[in-house]
């Protein structure tokens, strides 16, 4: 089975934490790349974090600082640490899987079904 499972959102204050986590399956997690996309209502989806095979890590600039990405090789497992959250944070979060670049852009070919974070003012 090829699945990416995710989990960790919710209802949380600004400048509050939430821990996001992704559950894939071995096939999936072996790929190049993993990441953590996220989109608002009205807005683009946009890359918020993603860390390779060999653990280096991407962040937007919007959230350095403040979220951290980390795999669990032996568990198949991906998170997102999320601190000091922000109002603009709020989207729904997708854990993605990357095993292919065209034209030297990363394609993200599997995704999880998405999970909620909604940050209150």
């Known amino acids: 089975q090829v699945q990416l499972v995710e989990s960790g959102g919710g209802l949380v204050q600004a400048g509050g934490s939430l821990r996001l986590s992704c559950a894939a399956s071995g096939s999936i997690f072996s790929t190049n790349a993993m990441g953590w996309y996220r989109q608002a209502p009205g807005k683009q989806r946009e890359l918020v974090a993603a860390i390779t095979s060999g653990g280096s890590t991407y962040y937007a600039e919007s959230v350095k600082g403040r979220f951290t990405i980390a795999r669990d090789n032996a568990k198949n497992t991906v998170t997102l640490q999320m601190n000091s959250l922000k109002p603009e944070d709020t989207a729904v979060y997708y854990c993605?899987?990357?095993?292919?670049?065209?034209?030297?852009?990363?394609?993200?070919?599997?995704w999880g079904q998405g999970t909620q974070v909604t940050v209150s003012s």
């Open positions: 993605a899987a990357s095993n292919r670049i065209v034209s030297g852009t990363r394609k993200y070919g599997y």
